[in-house]
């Protein structure tokens, strides 16, 4: 249906378009509403998919037709800057092992791509569309999806067709392990993703992805991890980096070094580490992932010392099948509050223009006139209630068509 469309009975919009919004760094002396940019009793008018209009109800003008939300709160849906939705298999049983005990090193993955590798294109759509879906449901309106399940140059390729099907934000990661057939020739593998491999599917994909983690031996070091973001900047894409996951390591340095988008994870960092993501903020974000640390049972990350240095943080799912099978952002917004103690209105920024600054983007993630009109709407009064309510489905994408 085409005209315009007045979302109204807004009991409280959370803009994100404040201060908060728009550095990592705001005022702190000024109020928390503010900084959110809360309006009251509020009304959105849009118009062809974007935000045409936002205020008071009360001084709100005319649309085609009306969509009342009977006094819930309405926030920028979320987005979700960092998962693994292209999978098939079940890794439950490791989920289990290791909640028993057994540490978590990466050699999982290989269990994902042998079963991704051996579903058919139909199977793997589906339980893409199935997962995407879910997001939706929760919330979530801009999802950044990664190949890494498939890890040959026809596996890799088919994983970002399909994730080209449901986002704009996809990225190749060739370099997510080490295949287990090219394990005894790791340079091979290495030429093979910086090369064909890449060759191919950089047309398929917005960015490169490399899992730099030099305490798993199945992922890759500082020095390899270069050479496959070098590959894929002279490729034309733009750079992400799984770093200083499992342990201290250079993922965050490297990061901020070439200039990367974002560096996940950033659970172990030491003081350089914090020194350099703060000088880079306005290039690169820190994207914390908090249901890792949950589903793996590892320490959290320091979110308040980030805050504090003033580092750009995003809070993302990292849905995955090994260490953190759920896409829910009001979870991970939930853990970031609970565990990380960062405040309600800090982890709704990070899920949201958060994410987008993660992405390098400036159309999603809050609600301004000219933003496209992504909604989240709560079945709640404000948006504490994502945290103050764990679990609850109380948050869904709002459908404005
Ligand atoms: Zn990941």
């Given at each position: ?75 920028p849906g979320f987005v979700d800057s960092h998962s693994h939705l292209v999978f098939a298999g079940d890794r439950s049983a490791e989920f289990a092992a290791r909640m028993a005990g057994t ?59 399909l994730a080209r099907e449901v986002t704009d934000e996809t990225t190749f990661l060739g370099a997510h392990v080490v295949p287990p057939e090219a394990r005894a020739d790791r340079d091979g593998y290495l030429d093979l993703v910086t090369g064909r491999m890449l060759a191919a599917c950089a047309p398929l994909a917005r960015w490169v992805d490399v899992f730099c983690e ?188």
């Amino acid at each position: 249906m085409s005209g315009t469309v007045l979302v109204t009975g807004i009991g409280e919009l959370v803009t994100c378009a404040g201060p908060d919004g728009g550095a990592p760094v705001a005022d702190r002396s000024l109020p928390a509403d503010q900084r959110l940019g809360v309006v009251r009793d509020a009304a959105v008018v849009v118009a062809d998919g974007l935000v045409a209009w936002v205020g008071p109800a009360s001084q709100a003008p005319a649309a085609d037709r009306a969509l009342d939300v009977g006094g819930r709160a309405v926030v920028p849906g979320f987005v979700d800057s960092h998962s693994h939705l292209v999978f098939a298999g079940d890794r439950s049983a490791e989920f289990a092992a290791r909640m028993a005990g057994t540490p978590y090193d990466g050699g999982g993955i290989g269990v994902s791509v042998t079963a991704t590798r051996a579903a058919g294109d139909d199977e793997l759509r589906a339980l893409l569309a199935a997962r995407v879906a879910e997001a939706r449901a929760l919330g979530t309106t801009t999802l950044e999806v990664k190949s890494g399940y498939g890890l040959t140059v026809e596996d890799e390729l088919r994983s970002l067709r399909l994730a080209r099907e449901v986002t704009d934000e996809t990225t190749f990661l060739g370099a997510h392990v080490v295949p287990p057939e090219a394990r005894a020739d790791r340079d091979g593998y290495l030429d093979l993703v910086t090369g064909r491999m890449l060759a191919a599917c950089a047309p398929l994909a917005r960015w490169v992805d490399v899992f730099c983690e030099p305490n798993s031996p199945h992922a890759f070091t500082g020095e390899e991890a270069r050479r496959v973001l070098l590959a894929g900047r002279d490729a034309g894409l733009g750079l992400r980096v799984h770093g200083n996951q499992l342990g201290p390591g250079p993922g965050a340095r490297l990061a901020v070094d070439l200039g990367a988008a974002s560096v996940d994870h950033c659970t172990f960092l030491d003081d350089a580490d914090v020194d350099d993501l703060a000088g880079a903020a306005d290039t690169t974000v820190a994207t914390l992932l908090p249901g890792v640390e949950f589903s793996t049972r590892m320490p959290y990350p320091d979110a308040r010392r980030l805050v504090d240095a003033g580092v750009s943080l995003a809070l993302a799912s990292d849905c995955n099948p090994g260490t953190c099978n759920t896409a829910s952002m009001p979870f991970v917004i939930a853990l970031a509050v609970r565990e990380l103690r960062m405040t309600a209105a800090e982890a709704l920024v990070a899920a949201t223009v958060g994410g987008a600054r993660a992405l390098r983007r400036e159309d999603v993630g809050r609600v301004a006139v000219g933003s496209r009109a992504d909604l989240a709407v709560l079945d709640a009064p404000g948006h504490e209630h994502l945290a103050y309510r764990p679990g609850m489905p109380i948050a869904r994408a709002l459908e404005v068509s």
